[in-house]
C-alpha cells in the first residue's frame, strides 16, 4: 500500500519519469513525510542538512522526490533544484502559526521563479493530530493559495506522523499529471 499502490495507478503513462520537489520551512515535517510516502519508519526522523532523494520503480515508472532542507540558511539553494520539477510539494507546519507569514512569502518567491512556471502544487497542511493546528482551509488563505491562478493547486490537510492524508495528497498529484 501506501506510494507504490498510488504509482500503480500512474501506469497510463509508463516509462515516464517525474521530478517531485519537496520543500517548506524547517521543521514542518518534509522529510517525515517523504519516509511516510515510502512507507519507512517516520519515528526516527533528523533535521535535512542538504537535501534527502528517494527514487522509487514501479512498472516502467520512475518517481523521484527531492527533499530539500528548510533550514534559513538553506532557502536561498532551493532555486538550483528547480529545473525540470514535474510537481512543487510544499509542507507547512499547520500548528506554528507564527511562522505562517514567513512560509507563505517563502512559497510566493518559488511560485514567481520562471522556472516553475505551469508547474502544480500540493500543499500539505501537516501537523493535523496538534491541537493548536490551524484547518487547511485557513492555511490556505493565510498562504494566498484562493489568489494562485497559474497553475493548478490543491491544499492537503495531513498529519505525515500517522500517514493520514498524504496518500490523498499523492492521490491528487496523480490525476493532475495525468492531465498534462
Not at 528517494?54 to 533550514?71: A, M, P, R, T, Y
Not at 538550483?80 to 510544499?90: A, F, R
Not at 502544487?121 to 485557513?138: F, G, M, S
Request: aromatic share 6%.
Amino acid at each position: 500500500m501506501g506510494l507504490l499502490a498510488i504509482l500503480r495507478k500512474l501506469k497510463s503513462c509508463p516509462d515516464r519519469e517525474l521530478r517531485l520537489l519537496l520543500v517548506g520551512l524547517d521543521n514542518a515535517g518534509k522529510t517525515t513525510l517523504l519516509k511516510s510516502l515510502a512507507s519507512e519508519d517516520v519515528s526516527h526522523v533528523t533535521p535535512t542538512q542538504g537535501f534527502n532523494i528517494k527514487s522509487v520503480q514501479s512498472e516502467g515508472f520512475k518517481l523521484n522526490v527531492w527533499d530539500i532542507g528548510g533550514q534559513r540558511k538553506i532557502r536561498p539553494y532551493w532555486k538550483n533544484y528547480l529545473e525540470n520539477t514535474d510537481v512543487l510539494i510544499y509542507v507547512v507546519d499547520s500548528a506554528d502559526l507564527g511562522r505562517l507569514d514567513e512560509t507563505g512569502e517563502e512559497l510566493e518567491e518559488l511560485l514567481a521563479d520562471g522556472r516553475l512556471a505551469g508547474v502544480p502544487l500540493l500543499v500539505y497542511a501537516n501537523k493535523q493530530d496538534l491541537v493548536h493546528a490551524a484547518p487547511a482551509a485557513e492555511v490556505a488563505e493565510r498562504l494566498g493559495l484562493p489568489a494562485v491562478k497559474d497553475r493548478a493547486w490543491q491544499i492537503q490537510a495531513c498529519s505525515a506522523t500517522a500517514g493520514e492524508g498524504v496518500k490523498d495528497g499523492m492521490e491528487w498529484v496523480c490525476k493532475t499529471v495525468r492531465k498534462k
